[in-house]
């Protein structure tokens, strides 16, 4: 490895530090209460090292939230296009209960943060896309529902509906990963609990067989 690709990956591992110690405490100790400064002082480098990576804070920011949401989206592109969009809509729910599980410092920051809305151009370039855009991937996949004469008469709205799916499939993770440390309560298996959820919301919103 030649000088200038050395210092190429240094760099790069300093800006990957940098953004997860910016992520864990976003999602700790809140958006506003934290500086570059204490970012710089957690991974034990100067604020002009962050500044060297990120304008400001905004800018870190927009990068967490463009990294972040792009992981997700393609967690969910992996689904691929499934014929049934039943079925899609219940890989779409496992699909979301893994990326939290495996990925708790990302959901907590994505999902469990107030945050200010900040986007530099690439997060609204994607928005409503389906290929990109974990939320609009649902979205569509609840009309394809729809289109196809899957769901029960009573569920025609497509936003009202995808968010029934995205509440069964959060409300157990968010739970776990916000009181997984509470003693007072037993948990059983997440994954488990959340796909059992999911299935009962599925079963309640499909039409039943003719």
């Known amino acids: 490895m030649g000088v200038k690709e050395r210092r190429e990956r240094e760099r790069a591992d300093v800006r990957a530090r940098i953004l997860d110690a910016a992520r864990d405490m976003f999602a700790r100790d809140g958006y506003e209460a934290v500086t570059m400064r204490a970012i ?8 002009p090292v ?6 400001d804070k905004n800018a ?17 592109a992996r689904i691929g296009r499934l014929l049934d969009p039943v079925e899609r809509l219940r890989r779409i729910g496992a699909a979301y209960v893994d990326f ?11 999902f469990m943060t107030p945050k200010p809305y900040v986007d530099d151009g690439r997060m609204e370039s994607v928005r409503g896309n389906p290929e990109q855009d974990a939320y609009a991937f649902l979205c569509q996949t609840v009309a394809d529902a729809i289109a196809a004469d899957c769901l029960r008469p ?7 509906t995808a968010q029934l799916f995205w509440g069964a499939a959060h409300g ?15 948990w059983d298996d997440a994954r488990a609990t ?3 959820l999911i299935e009962a919301v599925t079963r309640g919103v499909v039409r039943a067989p003719a």
């Open 40 to 47: 710089a002082d957690r991974i034990e480098y100067s604020a």
């Open 194 to 196: 959340a796909l059992e």
């Open 172 to 186: 157990i993770v968010s739970l776990q990963i916000a009181k997984c440390d509470d003693p007072w309560i037993h």
């Open 50 to 55: 962050i500044y060297g990576h990120f304008q």
């Open 60 to 76: 870190l920011l927009q990068e967490l939230c463009f990294l972040d949401f792009r992981a997700l989206g393609e967690s969910f």
């Open 154 to 160: 009573e569920y025609t709205d497509v936003a009202r």
């Open 100 to 110: 939290a599980l495996a990925n708790p410092a990302h959901f907590r920051f994505m």
